[in-house]
């Protein structure tokens, strides 16, 4: 069964960075977009970045763009997200997910697969 693993979450302080990372369990996902989203209590589920399978294409929101990176590894079937200047608002659940697609795929409902999320707390 594929699986999706995020890792890197935590607590840090306002202006601090993190880095989020996702691997899949499986190879094939080499060729799968892959994407970063997030959710805040009460909130709906956010875009926050995107990427292709080959790392050639990113989409990242504007609520993030500038402090926020997304990346893949070098075994294509991780992804990274470089998060920097962190602010109380960014405060979330992280979840990574993928699916085969030729571009960056910003929106939830074209993502088949689904990490498990991974929390990220910038106090006030």
């Known amino acids: 069964q594929v699986q999706l693993v995020e890792s890197g979450g935590g607590l840090v302080q306002a202006g601090d960075s993190l880095r989020l990372s996702c691997a899949a369990s499986?190879?094939?996902?080499?060729?799968?977009?892959m994407g970063w989203f997030r959710q805040a209590p009460g909130k709906e589920r956010e875009f926050i970045a995107a990427i292709n399978w080959s790392g050639g294409s990113t989409s990242v929101a504007d609520s993030v763009k500038g402090r926020f990176t997304i990346s893949r590894g070098n075994a294509k079937n991780t992804v990274n997200l470089q998060m920097n200047s962190l602010k109380p608002e960014d405060t979330a659940v992280y979840y990574c997910?993928?699916?085969?697609?030729?571009?960056?795929?910003?929106?939830?409902?074209?993502?088949?697969?689904w990490g498990q999320g991974t929390q990220v707390t910038v106090p006030s």
């Open positions: 997910a993928a699916d085969y697609a030729a571009g960056a795929i910003t929106s939830a409902s074209l993502y088949r697969y």
């Open positions: 499986e190879r094939t996902f080499r060729r799968y977009a």
